[in-house]
Each structure stands twice: as structure tokens, then as C-alpha cells.
């Protein structure tokens, strides 16, 4: 079981910066892939980033290669979303979230844990 606590949603001007953090519980963090996803109003919700379990693999949207970037330390049992150069495109609900990895890509409906949101807002 695994339980997972998102921070650092707020409302940021176009081209600033914000950094998500995800707070997991249980010892078994390091054995799950984690992702981001968020979710824009009347939008699906969709892949921000995903992260191997050691980290050394990441798959970003198109949309936000470049800039932002995930990080994870197993250690502290969180994982982190550095976003910079924001635009009002970026406001959503972001989601932290795991799975086992058991496909190649990280899809929505087979995530094992998700945390409960965190809002983003871009003004232009």
C-alpha cells in the first residue's frame, strides 16, 4: 500500500516557476514507477512525466520537454516536478502517481496509487 501526498500547486505568472513535490508512505516507494499526470478542465487527464524506479529513465510530453523536469530520492520517498517557463497551456490539477511498471508506457487507467491533486494556475 502505498499513499501519496502532492505540494507545491499555486498560482504562478507566465514564464515563472513552480516545483511539485510528492510525499509517498510505505517502504515499498522505490519498487514503483511514479509519473505525473495533470488534468486540465473538461480535458482528459493526461502524462505529464514518469520516472523508473531508480531513476534512470524518464518519458516527457512533448509539451513540457524542456521544461520540466522530474527527479525522485528513494531515500525520502518522493519525488519531485521542476517546472519552469510556465504557460497559462500548463494549468491543470497535477497528480502524483505509481504503478508497477508492468507496461512501457504509463497509462491512466492501470496506475496502482494516486495522490489527491494539486492545483496549478498559469496568468498570461
Known amino acids: 500500500q502505498v499513499q501519496l501526498v502532492e505540494s507545491g500547486g499555486g498560482l504562478v505568472q507566465a514564464g515563472g516557476s513552480l516545483r511539485l513535490s510528492c510525499a509517498a508512505s510505505?517502504?515499498?516507494?522505490?519498487?514503483?514507477?511514479m509519473g505525473w499526470f495533470r488534468q486540465a478542465p473538461g480535458k482528459e487527464r493526461e502524462l505529464v512525466v514518469s520516472?523508473?524506479?531508480?531513476?534512470?529513465?524518464?518519458n516527457y510530453a512533448d509539451s513540457v520537454k524542456g521544461r520540466f523536469t522530474i527527479s525522485r530520492h528513494n531515500a525520502k520517498n518522493t519525488v519531485y516536478l521542476q517546472m519552469n517557463s510556465l504557460k497559462p497551456e500548463d494549468t491543470a490539477v497535477y497528480y502524483c502517481?505509481?504503478?508497477?511498471?508492468?507496461?512501457?508506457?504509463?497509462?491512466?487507467?492501470?496506475?496502482?496509487?494516486w495522490g489527491q491533486g494539486t492545483q496549478v494556475v498559469v496568468s498570461s
Open positions: 510505505g517502504r515499498t516507494f522505490s519498487e514503483y514507477r
Open positions: 502517481a505509481a504503478d508497477r511498471a508492468f507496461a512501457p508506457a504509463m497509462r491512466a487507467l492501470a496506475v496502482d496509487y
Open positions: 520516472i523508473t524506479w531508480n531513476g534512470d529513465s524518464t
